[in-house]
């Protein structure tokens, strides 16, 4: 059985539903130009395996709009291969994929937050502290 909370240095001992409700709130307030441009810069800090689960999230989101995986990496005109090995420069081409369809970005970080908790201190600084104001 999971855990239901997840201790993070930012987010100390917050319940998990509490931290996918702040990081909704947080994004449906952001401009999805705003958030890809965030998520963009900080794609070559973020380690290789933070760098696949955001596209694993993108990838979940792309789904649950009808579009496969090798659709995406196709539209995004990155190696899916690439992708999943979570090579940073693939990944800002699928980031910008993304960016084209309205609300898809803002769908994923609560997919990487719901699925990927443990790697939300990757995620640009800007972004986890809107999360945390809503804590």
């Known amino acids: 059985m999971q855990s239901m909370v997840r201790p993070m240095s930012q987010f100390g001992n917050v319940p998990a539903h509490a931290l996918v409700d702040a990081v ?45 995986s090798e659709d995406a990496a196709e539209g995004a005109s990155a190696s899916l291969d690439a992708l999943e090995r979570g090579d940073a420069a693939a990944a800002d081409a699928l980031i910008a994929y993304a960016r084209e369809n309205a609300g898809l970005l803002k769908e994923s970080i609560a997919l990487f937050a719901e699925h990927h908790a443990e790697m939300l201190p990757a995620l640009p600084r800007a972004l986890l502290d809107g999360i945390s104001e809503r804590l």
């Open 24 to 68: 909704e709130k947080h994004v449906a307030k952001l401009d999805e130009a705003d958030l890809a441009a965030l998520l963009r810069a900080e794609l070559p800090s973020m380690s290789v395996a933070a760098v696949a689960a955001l596209v694993r999230a993108i990838f979940d989101a792309f789904r649950d709009r009808g579009e496969s």
